[in-house]
C-alpha cells in the first residue's frame, strides 16, 4: 500500500529562519507528488506538483524539490504569513487512489 | 470563476441520524473527490466521480455512499452516523480525467459534528 510520512509534524521558526520540510513516499510508480498549504477552517490550496527525481520548483520564499523516495520543502526566510498547514501527497500510476500525508504544521514567529 | 462550493458549512447530528453533503465543482470541471480529515488520521480518501462514474472508493464502510450528477455536481451521504464520522469533510475538483497527475482544487469543507 502507498504511504506518505511527513516530518516534523510541527515547526516553529523565527522570522526569516530558513528550514525544510520532508516528505517521504514509498509508491507504486509514481505518477506525481503534490504540495498543498492549509490553513485554518479552508481546504487545502495547491502549491506544487513534481513529476521526476531530480525535479525542481520554486515560488516566492517556497522551493521544492524530488528525489525517488522522498521530497523536500525549502522555505527560506519565512514571514509570518506563511505559517500553514503544509500536506504532501503522492499519485501512483494505474488508477490508484492519491495518498496525502498528514502534514507540518509550520508556526512563524515575527 | 467560482470556485469548489461546498454546502452546509457547519452541521452538526445525532448518532444514528444519516447526513447529505453537497458539492458544486469548478465549472468546467468533471472529476469530483471527497476525502475525510480528522486530526489524527489527516486526509482519507473516501471515493471519486468522473462521468457520473464512481472510478475510485477508498477504504470506508459501506455507509459512506455518494454520487455525481450530469452536471458534474456531486453529494455524498452517511447513514447510521457514529461519533467517529465527526470530521472535516472536503471536496475536490480537476479538470480532466482521474489519475491524470492534475492538481486538486478543494472547497472549504463541511465540518460534521456527530454528538
Known amino acids: 500500500e502507498d504511504q506518505v510520512t511527513q516530518s516534523p509534524e510541527a515547526l516553529r521558526l523565527q522570522e526569516g529562519e530558513s528550514s525544510s520540510l520532508n516528505c517521504s513516499y514509498t509508491?507504486?510508480?509514481?505518477?506525481?507528488l503534490f504540495w498543498y498549504r492549509q490553513d485554518p477552517g479552508k481546504g487545502p490550496e495547491f502549491l506544487f506538483t513534481?513529476?521526476?527525481a531530480g525535479e525542481e520548483k520554486e515560488k516566492e520564499r517556497l522551493k521544492a524539490t524530488l528525489t525517488k523516495k522522498e521530497s523536500f520543502l525549502h522555505i527560506t526566510a519565512p514571514k509570518p504569513e506563511d505559517s500553514a498547514t503544509y500536506l504532501c501527497a503522492v499519485e501512483p500510476g494505474g488508477y490508484q487512489k492519491v495518498t496525502f500525508g498528514t502534514g507540518t504544521k509550520l508556526q512563524v514567529i515575527p | 470563476k467560482a470556485g469548489v462550493t461546498q454546502t452546509p458549512r457547519y452541521l452538526i447530528k445525532t448518532r444514528g441520524q444519516q447526513v447529505t453533503l453537497s458539492c458544486s465543482p469548478i465549472?468546467?470541471?468533471?472529476?469530483v473527490s471527497w476525502y475525510q480529515q480528522t486530526p489524527g488520521q489527516g486526509l482519507q480518501f473516501l471515493f471519486e466521480?468522473?462521468?457520473?462514474?464512481?472510478?475510485n472508493k477508498g477504504n470506508f464502510p459501506g455507509r459512506f455512499s455518494g454520487r455525481q450528477f450530469s452536471n458534474s455536481r456531486s453529494e455524498m451521504n452517511v447513514s447510521t452516523l457514529e461519533l467517529g464520522d465527526s470530521a472535516l469533510y472536503l471536496c475536490?475538483?480537476?479538470?480532466?480525467?482521474?489519475?491524470?497527475?492534475?492538481?486538486?482544487?478543494f472547497g472549504s469543507g463541511t465540518q460534521l459534528s456527530v454528538l
Open positions: 466521480y468522473f462521468s457520473e462514474t464512481q472510478r
Open positions: 465549472s468546467g470541471h468533471r472529476s
Open positions: 509508491v507504486s510508480g509514481l505518477r506525481g
Open positions: 513534481l513529476y521526476s
Open positions: 475536490a475538483s480537476s479538470p480532466g480525467t482521474p489519475n491524470s497527475g492534475e492538481k486538486l482544487f
